[in-house]
């Protein structure tokens, strides 16, 4: 049972890049998350899924988009990368309730 | 939306003494209230948790109390050790509907030996 992973773990990117993370969970459940953290911000949702099929905006959604078409997975995508996306991403699943964190994506969008 | 504030940022302790942690949310539907620890460079791991129908829960060290009334939960921890040191993060939700976890900005505490 590996729980929730991701992949990658660290990129870099230029600016105008593009890119897709992907998180993946083997618990079946529900609800997942993407997150970012900014040092003095905490972790900051940027967009979420109720299930399969489903995804709705967090409080910082603007530069990502995402997908849910298979419930194990939840893709975060950024179109055209700028630097002031440089962060640590991380997704989560829960079912309801008590959340489990994959280990982090460090990007840094030079 | 939900917003949850978190009090103080920084706190630093001598070892063995007690570390409290604060926070308020402005969201009256939220029942679900975690507390993560994150130790530098990891994940945050969930520590306890409360929900809206009970007003207090106790684990070993930790405890967490919820006032509903006021909107504000805290974490205790007791007889701090060096390895509390990490950034503690509060959060609120509403269970069974969204269930997204809405987070504090984070307290940083440091255990002095």
């Known amino acids: 049972n590996a729980g929730v992973t991701q992949t990658p773990k660290f990129r870099v990117l230029k600016t105008g890049q593009s890119m897709t993370l992907l998180c993946a969970q083997d618990?079946?459940?529900?609800?997942m998350y993407w997150y970012r953290q900014d040092p003095g911000m905490g972790l900051r949702l940027i967009h979420y899924?109720?299930?399969?099929?489903?995804?709705a905006k967090g409080e910082v959604p603007d530069g990502y988009n995402v997908s849910r078409l298979k419930k194990q997975n939840f893709l975060l995508g950024l179109e055209s990368a700028a630097p002031s996306q440089t962060s640590v991403y991380f997704c989560?699943?829960?079912?309801?309730?008590?959340?489990?964190f994959g280990p982090g994506t460090r990007l840094l969008v030079l | 939306g939900e917003n949850v504030e978190q009090h103080p940022s920084t706190l630093s302790v001598q070892e063995g003494d007690s570390a409290v942690i604060k926070c308020t949310y402005s969201?009256?539907?939220?029942?679900?209230f975690p507390w993560y620890k994150q130790e530098l460079g990891k994940r945050p791991q969930l520590i306890i948790d409360?929900?809206?129908?009970?007003g207090e829960k106790k684990d070993q060290r930790i405890a967490v109390t919820l006032n509903k009334t006021a909107k504000h939960f805290s974490l205790h921890i007791t007889e701090t050790q060096p390895e509390d040191s990490a950034v503690y993060f509060c959060?609120?939700?509403?269970?069974?509907?969204?269930?997204?976890?809405?987070f504090g900005t984070g307290t940083l505490l440091a255990v002095q030996p």
């Open positions: 409360i929900r809206s129908n009970v």
């Open positions: 959060a609120a939700s509403i269970s069974g509907a969204t269930n997204k976890l809405i």
């Open positions: 618990m079946n459940h529900e609800y």
């Open positions: 899924s109720v299930g399969e099929g489903t995804t």
């Open positions: 989560a699943s829960s079912n309801p309730g008590l959340a489990g």
């Open positions: 969201d009256s539907a939220s029942n679900y």
